[in-house]
RNA sequence: GCGCCCUUCGUCUAUCGGUUAGGACGACAGCCUUUCACGUUGUAAAGACGGGUUCGACUCCCGUAGGGCGCACCA
């Protein structure tokens, strides 16, 4: 009986796609598949001066990458300039809207006197009623729409209730400017009702703009959308998203290394919850979504927690998945596109091969391309400082005692090789771990590397036992 | 300055008048373990403040404080 549901996200190519807008794309893309609808696409480039070409082409790969598809073309608000001009004409002819001769530098300084006298900021109608017959001349005017008084105007919004404004707090805003171009608001209500727009998801950001957006679709006889204006997410310090971390774009996320399908379960759970559900599917996701469930407040952006969910898919990722995510990541990351040109075959197999023990410790894509860093590893490698400090104290007869048994060995599986060198270590009277540890240091040079006896079993021994060899002289 | 919105552990949140205020991340401690992790068990940790309404308030109302958003010929 209702009407298909169609959302739409709707950012201006200023910059490139930010967390915050990422979020509202999530949003409006899991609520149109909710309900089986569309998420359609529109590029708000009115403003000519700001808007880029490269800024579209980010905002396209941002929402790719993370999944997020739009139905149809994306498409450009400025091209619809025509027919919001045409809409601001109906608004003229039906009394609905008039036209303003004031000059810029008359509106700043009607600013700056409501400043200093400490009245609010609006335009005071000098021309709502008067005669365009008094119009100076030569001047280029703007439309207005004409405010209705007295009264309110009332949002009835879904995560953030009911609200009210009264309508004096609303003044007449320019919907075509001097040159003839149409501004934000006309634009948005025109487009919204042209594209059958039924369900409208914003940062609440516009609360403000959706009243005046409605007193427009009420003048137009139009119905008015079902709106939803979410919260907005602030950085970990608690104020806005700064250029150091949430005013990121999302492509920047990417070259950190979060995988998109964390990243949705991460943004879902800002401002959103379903009761104590923290990992989910975006198919659980879609099945869940409800605009109701919407908080009010603020979120802060907590990188730790979005590190850890990463890790989590990380870890649940299949193993030659994992190694075609890492491939396709590795030309985003810093140091990648060198490591792509290293791979083969021989180390595409390695790699999956050390899968299993690399993903165990990495929380982001960058971890585990460290963690994989030893199938790169060149000779001469650099001597682990802990093995140095082991042959210092006079540890260096078993470190090459225990070489001597991994070459000895017929075992070749991690874990028989495990059994045979803590048999040894025992002999030795050494721990294990003091044994292993620099050894695998001086293999991979990271931290966060696997066990040695993954990476024995992955790399060959024999070309791990040469290495070694080289380093204990 | 004016308008609107927000306020539960450090962070994200559950609760929709009656709970020992729950979960997750993080922190800390234990277990597991050859390292690092993973896993696992446990501990600490919250209703901004002040008034109401009510038999009973985190939950409803008012005020205060703090924070956010908006107030362009930007979107």
Redesign the pocket.
Known sequence: MSLPVITRF???P?GYLHIGGARTALFNWVYAKRHGGKMLLRI????R???TEPAIAAILAGMTWLGLTWDGDAVS?YSRAARHREVAGQLLATGHAYYCY???QE?DAM?AK??AE??????DGTWRDRDPKDAPAG????IRFKSPQGAETVINDNA???????NR?L?D??IL???G?????L??VVDDHDMDVTHIIR???????AARQTQIYVAMGWQVPDMTHV??I?G?D???LSKRHGALGVEAYRAMGYLPAALRNYLA?????H??A??FSTEQLVEWFDTK?I????????F??L???N??YI?HMADDELVTALLDFLPHAEGGAALLAMMTDTRRAQLTKAMGGLK????TLVELMQGAMFLFAVRPLVMDEKARQIMADGGRDSLQAMLKLLEDSTAWT??AL?AD??AF?ETQGM????L??PL?ASLTGT????????VLEVLGRDESFARIKDQLG
């Open positions: 709707a950012p201006s200023t708000e480039d009115t403003d001066e700001r808007s608000q004031c000059s810029p509106l600013r409501a400043e400490k009245r609010p900021i609006r335009y001047v280029a005017p703007v953030q209730g009911r609200v009210v404004f009264a707090d003044d805003l320019i400017r001097s040159d171009n149409p501004t934000y608001n634009s948005v940062g609440v950001d516009h609360l403000t703009n919260p907005l602030h970990p608690g104020a806005k759970r800002l401002g959103w919850s009761g104590d923290e990992i469930d908080g009010q407040s603020a979120a802060r952006f907590d730790a927690k590190e850890n969910l890790g989590h870890r165990q410790r990495a929380k991690a874990a495990e060198v803590k270590a721990k294990l771990g003091k292993a540890q695998r931290s966060t590397s696997p066990p040695i006896f993954d």
